[in-house]
């Protein structure tokens, strides 16, 4: 049988020594959070195990992660939300087992799997709202956070940003530059997205003489943006200004105007949301609102403590604030 790894052999992995390993991996003082981070993640992949088995498994928090975080336009966006619970978790003396999971939705049979095969002292799902399969098995395991997303029904602590707040202020950047007719575009509907809507709608409703417009674009799908776009330009509609659910939908939404000959800003103006890595990198630079994600992440390990340490506590459901960045891609509305 193949033996398990020691301190010893994790302290040669990180190139320290076993006494740095043993003071990091039970959570003294001393070691700094990089040095906590990198040895926890050497002792998880060297397979380390703590003596005895039921002190191991009270460490463990099993993380369930979107399939974005490996995917398609949001993977800085859920990659810096990890790394905020990497950090967090290594501070706080928890390991933390990442799974990928491909689906919008945990297969039940995925979840009574991992949970027959190890056990975990919590779970927490990252982007992925729980079916009502899943929510009825976390509800018997109480130890439990929802990460970027919230349960509407108040079941289980719950962390991400402040998406109704973020909407309104997206919203707001373009009717504070004059625009009056203003088109949402929106992706899938989730308690996150639906948070930003109503948000849109908000800002929209206390604004006189504004006028919302609500087109979905299912994963920022090309083919929808285009249709949008040759819609403005044969004037079936009338928008000035855009507000996407996120950064993805954005940058897609500029390119097929550019395609169509509208310059931006110049002619439509286009704001975005969470600040991803690309929209910086833009000509001129996206306007769009920002999320901690590194906050998010720290948040959700803290509510996990509480939940370990107390599992009939009352839930919390925490906001993380979004900021504006005010960006190139919004100009004041011009009668063309």
């Not at 899943?134 to 029904?153: C, G, H, M, S, Y």
Request: proline fraction near 4%; charge should be neutral; aromatic fraction near 6%.
């Amino acid at each position: 049988m193949e033996r398990s790894a020691n301190q010893l052999d994790v302290a040669r992995a990180a190139g320290v020594s076993v006494s740095t390993v043993s003071r990091a991996l039970s959570n003294q003082p001393g070691i700094s959070d990089e040095i906590r981070a990198k040895i926890t993640k050497l002792a998880q992949e060297l397979g380390y195990r703590a003596r005895g088995e039921a002190g191991q498994a009270a460490r463990v928090v099993r993380a369930y992660v979107t399939g974005n975080a490996v995917t398609g336009g949001l993977v800085p966006f859920y990659n810096a939300i990890v790394e905020g619970l990497n950090a967090a978790a290594a501070t706080a003396g928890l390991i933390l087992e990442i799974r990928l999971i491909q689906d919008r939705v945990l297969d039940p049979r995925r979840f009574d799997r991992d949970a027959d095969e190890a056990a975990a002292a919590g779970t927490m799902l990252v982007g992925i709202d729980p079916s009502p399969e899943i929510a009825a098995r976390l509800a018997v395991q109480k130890r439990v956070v929802l990460v970027n997303t919230f349960d509407p029904e108040m079941r289980f602590d719950c962390v991400g940003p402040n998406n109704f707040y973020g909407g309104a202020m997206a919203t707001n950047m373009l009717l504070s530059a004059g625009h009056r007719s203003v088109l949402h575009v929106r992706d899938h509907l989730r308690p996150t997205t639906f948070q930003r809507h109503v948000g849109f709608q908000s800002a929209v409703a206390m604004c006189e003489g504004a006028r919302g417009i609500v087109a979905d674009a299912p994963d920022a799908q090309e083919a929808i943006l285009a249709e949008l776009v040759r819609q403005r330009k044969s004037q079936v509609t009338d928008w000035t200004g855009v507000y996407c659910v996120h950064d993805l939908a954005a940058i897609r939404l500029i390119h097929a105007l550019e395609a169509e000959g509208f310059r931006v800003p110049q002619d439509v103006s286009v704001v975005g949301f969470d600040d991803l890595p690309a929209a910086s990198m833009m000509s001129p630079r996206l306007s769009t609102v920002r999320v901690d994600c590194q906050a998010i992440g720290a948040q959700a390990i803290a509510l996990m403590q509480r939940r370990l340490a107390d599992p009939e506590a009352g839930v919390v459901q925490a906001e993380c604030g979004v900021t504006a960045v005010p960006g190139g891609t919004i100009s004041q509305f011009a009668v063309f």
